[in-house]
């Protein structure tokens, strides 16, 4: 009898610890009820009915897509965005792991976890969107089609969720304890860290080479043997301008988890991350211009498509480089944040360009996303940043954690 | 290792990935002279929708009566194929042409298949008797061929929650191969403006109209040679421009598209590892070298 609740008591002490924040469980569900939390109660209100309507009546009545827009806001934001903006964790982590920029340390993780959980939420949208999401692992176990550039992608996003799971698996042990898992799981970090970026590569440039078979219906100024390049160098500005903007939200949301020297150096870190953006950036820009004159479209920037490629190459891309090489001249943190959050907005319509607004540019309807799919997209963004909150309110993701310490 | 290496090594790769298409280009295109094929004489077609009728009967896709194909008022606006009409009539006004011409559409078969190269399950098979089927039971619905194919033929069942397919034209392939008989939509024509036979003849049949015939024909067989060519042809008296067909899709298979990016991918694999573990290792070295003169600071914190 004393042993079984002694058991019970350590269990019980283990959840509080480890999943309760150290509350008792009524402590624990009062400090939830905050208004940030009913914004979020509202959104689930609104996104789970739909998500019922969606797997029990189809595609149908909660999206637009027709036979002509078989793509719409789920493929071009939830996933193309998505993958785009989850590049942050291949991105820092080859920095920091393969070459050595050691002061970026502090922020590996952060990026690594918004990495995996970004891939993760695409995924998640996917099922949304595929029409037998129960049918996902065929094309990993079941049957190939090696011939498609989706094919690709499929696998790379598979093993690179697994390849981000095993680079944040150190601190999952570091806060179950763990250590000798832990020590292994180190080793294996090098090793999965270059499997990541080779993965990496080939996928965010795959995303681009699976539009390389809509030569007749992507605008010829979005359209260009170099897509699979321009989307892959644009990830790597999407992932560092992403790394910019959420280590910049963590630190206000979770500023207390943050040692001191960290705060010190963090403004500095940011103008590093703002000056490899700014370069990632400049290589983009004048790889896009490359891409118009290797197809010499030069007469079609006159047209209305034309204004919009104007619009995304000045509005979204040299703009916000400039202010990016402002906060770099002025060494300002605060300039190259604004920079970062309009690069990622730029990036977002580079790919709804791609995938929805330069799509089908020879057909008279167009594709306006139901309110709905709306709804969906901010409902599987919110899941991920509940998550992201889950998780570093209890594993070690933006300090280190006292038993550990990096240089162990 | 420092950020401008890390940039060159950028550039490297970026380099191999643009530079590679090359490798890709040589091909085995497969033309089997026995397959199958229809040709559409768009000159003799009345737009009488029979060939509508005739395809929803065959495939048990929702009906109606036939007298009820007679309206007119469809024609009002120009149709697309969708999940339950593999193929559909439009008309077509064309310049100093005394009468309307009708254009029947239905997937053109393709001798490469964009959908077929664009499935990550293999949907999609070329088969040796010409038609190109879609099998429902590997499909995930990524929807993928719609976006791939060129013609925009493919169509989906969006208020289908738990068993969506892609729906498409089959050529009635059962129908020949098992019963012997045309397609539907040869069978019904009264006009005999669709032809069922081999490609290869139904080639030279169309050559001859064209070359018997130079004042009703346009000199051009389409799906000849368009996006590498197709089994289905059409032969037309006004141009195709003017048809809404696409005359600027190039005779360059789609699947050549995407072929360059894949065949340079097993060089990504091998060039990529050694280049991230060759700056790995540079970096030991030197940070060990640095380690035996002095500690470094940020090692200590
Ligand atoms: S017309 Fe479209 S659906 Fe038909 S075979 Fe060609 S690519 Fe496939
Ligand atoms: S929708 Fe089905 S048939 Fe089409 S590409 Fe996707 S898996 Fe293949």
Not at chain 1, 37 to 57: D, E, H, K, M, S
Not at chain 1, 93 to 112: D, N
Not at chain 1, 316 to 335: D, E, H
Request: aromatic share 14%.
């Amino acid at each position: 009898m004393t042993t079984w609740t002694g058991k019970l008591d350590s269990r019980d002490s283990w959840v509080r610890e480890k999943l309760f924040l150290g509350m008792p469980f009524r402590e624990y569900v009062r400090s939830l009820m905050t208004p940030s939390n009913f914004v979020v109660l509202v959104i689930f209100c609104i996104g789970l009915p739909i998500a019922v309507i969606r797997f029990t009546q189809g595609l149908e009545p909660v999206t637009n897509l027709t036979d002509d827009y078989p793509w719409g806001l789920w493929i071009g934001f939830d996933v193309l965005c998505g993958v785009a903006l989850a590049a942050g964790g291949y991105c820092l982590a080859s920095a920091v792991h393969l070459f050595g920029l050691k002061q970026y340390y502090p922020i590996v993780r952060p990026a690594v976890l918004t990495g995996f959980l970004g891939y993760f939420f695409v995924v998640v949208g996917l099922c949304f969107d595929l029409g037998r999401p129960w049918r996902l692992p065929y094309p990993i176990v079941y049957s190939f089609g090696v011939t498609s550039v989706m094919f690709l992608v499929g696998w790379h996003v598979f093993l690179y969720l697994t390849v981000q799971f095993l680079e944040f698996c150190p601190a999952i042990f570091e806060w179950l304890g763990w250590k000798k898992v832990l020590h292994w799981a180190n080793k294996l970090t090098i090793g999965a860290t270059v499997f990541g970026v080779i993965l990496s590569t080939l996928h965010q440039s795959a995303l681009g080479a699976m539009f390389l078979l809509a030569p007749g219906k992507l605008h010829p100024l979005w359209y260009s043997a170099f897509i699979p390049v321009f989307f892959f160098i644009s990830s790597i500005v999407a992932g560092l301008s992403m790394v910019i903007f959420e280590s910049t939200l963590s630190h206000r949301i979770f500023g207390h988890q943050v040692s001191h020297e960290h705060h010190a150096n963090f403004d500095r870190l940011t103008i590093g991350l703002g000056r490899a953006a700014a370069i990632a950036l400049f290589t983009y820009f004048c790889l896009k211009w490359i891409g118009v004159a290797h197809g010499n479209h030069w007469d079609l920037l006159g047209t209305t498509y034309g204004e919009l490629f104007l619009m995304e190459m000045l509005g979204f891309i040299l703009l916000p480089l400039l202010v990016y090489v402002w906060g770099i001249k002025t060494a300002s943190a605060r300039i190259i944040r604004l920079a970062a959050v309009w690069t990622i907005l730029g990036i977002i319509f580079n790919r709804l360009n791609v995938s929805i607004f330069a799509f089908n540019w020879q057909l008279t309807d167009r594709y306006i996303p139901h309110w709905m799919e709306f709804a969906v997209s901010i409902t599987i963004v919110t899941v991920g940043l509940m998550t992201f909150r889950w998780i570093v309110n209890r594993m070690p993701v933006l300090y280190e954690h006292p038993h550990f310490s990096a240089t162990e | 290792m420092d950020r401008n290496s890390f940039l060159k090594t950028l550039g490297v790769a970026g380099a191999a990935l643009t530079s590679l298409p090359s490798l890709g280009k040589a091909r085995t295109r497969v033309i089997s002279p026995d397959w199958m094929g229809m040709l559409t004489d768009l000159s003799l077609c009345v737009g009488c929708r029979r060939c509508e009728w005739a395809c929803n009967d065959a495939n048990g896709l929702p009906n109606e009566s036939l007298s009820s194909f007679e309206d007119q008022s469809v024609f009002d606006e120009t149709r697309r194929t969708e999940a339950y009409k593999f193929t559909v009539v439009n008309r077509f006004e064309a310049d100093g042409y005394p009468k309307p011409v009708y254009v029947k559409k239905q997937c053109m078969h393709c001798i490469e298949p964009a959908c077929a190269s664009a499935c990550l399950v293999k949907a999609f098979r070329k088969t040796s008797a010409g038609p190109v089927l879609y099998n429902e039971d590997v499909c995930i619905g990524c929807r993928y061929c719609m976006i791939a194919c060129p013609f925009h033929v493919p169509a989906y069942e969006y208020s289908d929650a738990f068993a969506p397919a892609v729906k498409k034209c089959t050529m009635c392939f059962e129908r020949f191969t098992e019963q012997g008989e045309k397609p539907a939509c040869a069978s019904i024509c009264p006009q005999e403006a669709i032809t069922f036979g081999k490609r290869s003849e139904l080639l030279q049949l169309a050559r001859e109209k064209i070359r018997s015939h130079p004042d009703r024909y346009v000199d051009h067989i389409y799906g000849e040679h368009e996006v590498g060519g197709s089994n289905w042809l059409y032969i037309s008296p006004v141009p195709f421009e003017q048809l809404g067909f696409r005359t600027d899709l190039g005779e360059t298979p789609y699947p050549e598209m995407t072929r360059g990016f894949l065949s340079a991918v097993p060089l990504v694999l091998v060039i990529w590892p050694m280049l991230l573990m060759g700056a790995y290792s540079f970096k030991q070295r030197k940070q060990k070298a640095e380690h035996s003169c002095t500690i470094d600071e940020e090692e200590v914190s």
